[in-house]
């Protein structure tokens, strides 16, 4: 029973991580969409250079996700 307890409260704890992960993008994503065109041009140039160098991946046209990097 107790193994069960940690068990669910475990996956609470992750489930809140990650909305709070889904809570900061939209945050990041309302402030970027607040700047002028040029400014969110830049981020999305700068983007595309970090998928050139592998350093991020294009999911879509104009989503980017940054490569996970396995902890050694």
Do not use: I, N
Not at 4 to 17: C, D, M, N, S, T
Not at 25 to 33: G, H, M, S
Request: glycine share 6%; proline share 6%; net charge neutral.
């Amino acid at each position: 029973m107790q193994e069960e307890a940690e068990r669910v409260q475990a996956a609470l704890g992750e489930a809140e991580r990650a909305l709070q992960r889904l809570v900061d993008a939209r945050a990041t994503v309302a402030e970027v969409l607040a700047e002028p065109p040029s400014v969110v041009e830049g981020l999305r140039s700068k983007a595309k250079r970090l998928v050139e160098r592998g350093w991020a991946r294009q999911a879509r046209p104009g989503v980017f996700t940054a490569l996970v990097v396995p902890a050694d």
